[in-house]
């Protein structure tokens, strides 16, 4: 077996110790994940959760060289299709990618999110999304090959051998004995808060260089990100996206690609680790990925902020021609999470009927929704809003 095949070519899978810059930043990480999670009246922040995987899938499609407007893809949540079947194709892809997340939110704001790096998460993670999509779908041509996609199964085959650009993937035959390690040197029980942040960054690399599905890994690798993010304390309910991060970089969108393929460099002589791969390349990689992560976190805390979320709100009201009234009702279920349908007379100030005309206005553009048809109204956050209410969040 040649060094290519044998899974401790992995190494170094984390840093033996950490560089001063990468404990910094995982320790700002930490604390303004911690902010982020406190800002927002809980039942406002599950609304808001809502708008991020739509972002989130936006930016992890996006990535792929899939164009799906946020518009689009929130009609496909409301089962509401374009015409053409490339259109349509897209918008399924992005409800898949949707309904996992939001599993995966669930299960951890339920206490039950297991180890993501468990060898039955990832697989999961890989059958849910491809489950999902219909089977022409699942068909793909790759490098001169027409493949099926077996949801949730690695590479095992010769005829899903890849190559990644100049990167060249373990065989199929020996995909299972890599996975089968890096689920043992990723599994976050063992580690201390610091080393679990790391951790996101140095699997995330990992998990693509062994490339263990034939498709898809790009998507599980972000939605894998995602969850070790909740399972490590910086999740934020799910309040921010990796995805967004990667792909608009720091210096630019070319970044994520740079930086995977950095990490990817040999080891560059008696100094650098004792790995088959860069110590010096995957610190790098690391550094740059929590940098992305802070810049994530910091942007959504300013988007989030309660003033300015609330002039915003002010002029979302504005251009409906809502009037105070709109504006104050949406403030106040910005600040207590929930409005019972009743008070919204005393709210407004308004008499009885015309407080109901407004607030069938407000429902009417999904401003404010309830989960049942005479339950309490909270406020929501259509992607037909966000340009209003959250400047840059999409290009």
Same mark, same amino acid.
């Given at each position: 077996?040649?060094?290519?095949? *044998?899974p401790?070519?992995?190494?170094? =899978?984390?840093p033996?110790?950490l560089?001063p810059?990468v404990?910094?930043?995982?320790?700002a990480?930490s604390?303004?994940?911690?902010?982020?999670?406190?800002r927002?009246?809980p039942?406002?922040? $599950?609304?808001?959760?809502?708008?991020?995987r739509v972002?989130? =899938?936006y930016?992890?499609?996006?990535?792929?060289?899939?164009k799906?407007?946020?518009?689009?893809?929130?009609l496909?949540?409301?089962?509401?299709?374009l015409?053409g079947?490339?259109k349509?194709?897209?918008?399924l892809?992005?409800? $898949?990618? #949707?309904?996992?997340?939001?599993?995966?939110?669930?299960?951890?704001a339920?206490?039950?999110?297991?180890?993501?790096?468990?060898?039955?998460?990832?697989?999961?993670?890989?059958?849910?999304f491809?489950r999902n999509?219909?089977?022409r779908?699942r068909?793909?041509?790759?490098?001169g090959?027409? %493949?099926?996609? *077996?949801p949730?199964e690695?590479r095992?085959?010769?005829?899903?051998?890849?190559?990644v650009?100049?990167?060249q993937?373990p065989?199929?035959?020996?995909?299972?004995?890599?996975?089968?390690?890096f689920?043992?040197?990723?599994a976050?029980?063992?580690?201390g808060?610091?080393?679990?942040?790391?951790?996101i960054? $140095?699997?995330?690399?990992?998990?693509?260089?062994?490339?263990?599905?034939p498709?898809g890994?790009?998507?599980?690798?972000?939605?894998?990100?995602?969850?070790?993010a909740?399972?490590?304390?910086?999740?934020a309910?799910g309040?921010?996206?990796?995805?967004?991060g990667?792909?608009?970089?720091?210096?630019?969108p070319?970044?994520?690609?740079r930086m995977?393929?950095?990490?990817?460099?040999?080891?560059?002589?008696?100094?650098?680790?004792?790995?088959?791969?860069?110590?010096?390349?995957?610190n790098g990689f #690391?550094?740059?990925? %929590?940098?992305?992560?802070?810049?994530?976190?910091?942007?959504?805390q300013?988007?989030?902020?309660f003033d300015?979320?609330?002039t915003r709100l002010?002029r979302?009201?504005?251009q409906?021609?809502?009037g105070t009234?709109g504006f104050?009702?949406?403030?106040?279920?910005?600040?207590r999470?929930?409005i019972?349908?009743g008070?919204?007379?005393?709210i407004?100030?308004?008499?009885e009927?015309? $407080?109901?005309?407004l607030?069938?206005? %407000?429902?009417?553009?999904g401003?404010l929704?309830?989960d049942?048809p005479?339950?309490? *109204?909270? #406020?929501?956050f259509p992607?037909t809003?966000?340009?209003t209410l959250?400047?840059?969040?999409f290009?």
């Amino acid at each position: 077996m040649t060094l290519l095949e *044998v899974p401790a070519r992995l190494e170094p =899978c984390l840093p033996g110790t950490l560089e001063p810059e990468v404990a910094d930043l995982a320790a700002a990480l930490s604390s303004a994940a911690g902010k982020l999670e406190g800002r927002l009246h809980p039942v406002t922040a $599950a609304s808001l959760a809502d708008l991020v995987r739509v972002m989130n =899938c936006y930016y992890s499609n996006l990535i792929e060289g899939h164009k799906t407007r946020p518009r689009d893809i929130e009609l496909a949540l409301q089962e509401r299709y374009l015409e053409g079947e490339e259109k349509r194709n897209l918008q399924l892809e992005a409800v $898949a990618h #949707i309904k996992i997340q939001r599993r995966i939110d669930r299960m951890h704001a339920e206490g039950n999110l297991p180890d993501p790096v468990s060898d039955t998460f990832i697989r999961w993670l890989h059958e849910e999304f491809y489950r999902n999509l219909p089977p022409r779908m699942r068909r793909i041509e790759k490098q001169g090959r027409s %493949l099926t996609i *077996v949801p949730g199964e690695y590479r095992s085959r010769p005829a899903e051998d890849v190559s990644v650009g100049r990167h060249q993937p373990p065989s199929s035959i020996h995909v299972h004995d890599f996975m089968a390690y890096f689920t043992e040197h990723y599994a976050l029980a063992p580690m201390g808060k610091a080393m679990r942040i790391v951790s996101i960054a $140095a699997a995330h690399h990992r998990f693509n260089f062994i490339h263990p599905f034939p498709d898809g890994n790009g998507r599980v690798s972000r939605l894998l990100s995602h969850a070790m993010a909740l399972h490590s304390g910086i999740g934020a309910h799910g309040l921010w996206s990796i995805s967004r991060g990667l792909a608009r970089g720091l210096e630019g969108p070319t970044d994520y690609m740079r930086m995977m393929d950095y990490a990817d460099m040999p080891r560059q002589g008696d100094l650098d680790g004792r790995g088959g791969l860069s110590l010096k390349a995957l610190n790098g990689f #690391i550094a740059w990925f %929590l940098k992305v992560s802070l810049d994530q976190i910091e942007f959504m805390q300013d988007l989030f902020a309660f003033d300015s979320l609330a002039t915003r709100l002010r002029r979302y009201s504005e251009q409906k021609a809502w009037g105070t009234e709109g504006f104050t009702l949406l403030e106040t279920a910005l600040i207590r999470g929930e409005i019972p349908r009743g008070d919204v007379p005393r709210i407004t100030g308004r008499k009885e009927r015309s $407080a109901r005309l407004l607030l069938s206005s %407000l429902t009417a553009d999904g401003i404010l929704a309830s989960d049942t048809p005479k339950g309490p *109204v909270s #406020i929501r956050f259509p992607a037909t809003a966000a340009e209003t209410l959250f400047p840059n969040l999409f290009p």
